[in-house]
């Protein structure tokens, strides 16, 4: 037994120093990091402190160019602090404060350094200086960002997207377009936002880029309903004729939005009887928001459609008062389909009268 005691201890013993020793230095390691990120953040905070006057000058209206000269003049090891400051408010701002921080973004070379960047081997610095080049509205690096749109890594796509949308090139819209079949719902989402931010400037552009691909002409109107104007419902009202059942459905979508004028609203009308139920359904959406009464008896008359156009048509007749509501009442003791549907949107709307 005490042969077994004195190899237990000569194991034990060498064990339980070796694991103290590693809980020291694992706890000194702890306390230096510790303390090497609060001398980082008493740095970095210092250091915003210092150049805070050379920023705040540049968001003020009628700024000099000695904020441009003084930020110049900082040492490139203090960068990241400056790269922090600009960027920050370039996310909310607009016009000459965005044009005043992208000078001061070329005059510290920042500019510079994230085009470098772009070709970093870490997908999160490519990403990260794509973003900073969009929110500077830097369009000399237009080519390199849509360069990026290619990239192997869908977070610098992404930012590759957001950053032609805040730049709002209209020559990179088909770009824009043509990235639409991508097959992540995320990445498609945000590049309909990106040629959001166009606005109605960019209708030309979308009206060109469907008549030269047609198999864009649907996603083309999609962003038409969202942008919308004059030129886009002129425009959509056209494509109503189309031979192809998506074109036809989106631009009904996009009517719908946008709001229908007499010839939109003779359009949807016409649409009540398209072979497609997609289209079909969208008309009577259409007509529904356009709140326009004598669009009543149509709608009635296609409650007894498919489904999903009668739904539409039931929901449309409840928003168009007391001659949709009088259809609903109508057909509210049908044994079928119908009578459910008029008997909620009769519910909804005393509900919604009585606030609930």
Known sequence: MTGTADVVLAVLIP??????????????FLISQRGLDEFRFQ??????????????????????????????RVPKRHHYVIETMLLKPLAVS?????????????ATGLIDAWVQRLTSRRWWVRAESVRALGLVRESRSLSLIVRALDDEHEEVRAAAVEAL??????????????KLADQSRNQRARVIEALR????????????????????AAAVADVLGLI????????????????????????MRALG????????????????????????????????????EDSVEFLATHLDDEW?????????????GDAGLDRLRDRADDETYVGDLARQMLWEFTAAEAGV
Request: hydrophobic share 45%.
């Open 15 to 28: 064990f339980l120093i070796f694991s103290a020793t590693a809980l020291a230095l694992m706890l000194v």
């Open 43 to 72: 740095r970095k905070r210092r250091l915003t402190a210092r150049y805070r006057e050379l920023i705040d000058s540049l968001l003020q209206p009628g700024a000099d160019t000695g904020a441009l000269a003084g930020l110049s």
């Open 94 to 106: 607009t016009g000459s404060v965005v044009e005043r921080l992208r000078e001061a973004a070329r």
């Open 165 to 178: 949308g805040l730049i709002g090139d209209p020559n990179t819209i088909p770009v824009l377009l043509s």
């Open 197 to 216: 931010q166009f606005g109605d400037a960019a209708t030309p552009a979308l009206i060109a880029h469907a008549y030269r691909r047609a198999d864009d």
């Open 228 to 251: 919308g104007g004059s030129v886009a419902g002129a425009e959509l009202n056209r494509w109503m004729a189309s031979p192809r059942a998506d074109v036809r459905l989106a631009s």
């Open 257 to 292: 939005s946008i709001g229908l004028d007499d010839t939109g609203f003779a359009m949807a009308l016409q649409a009540l009887e398209d072979p497609k139920p997609g289209v079909r359904a969208m008309a009577a959406r259409a007509l529904g928001r356009s709140r326009r």
């Open 308 to 320: 999903t156009v009668a739904a539409n048509c039931a929901n449309a007749l409840r928003r168009l």
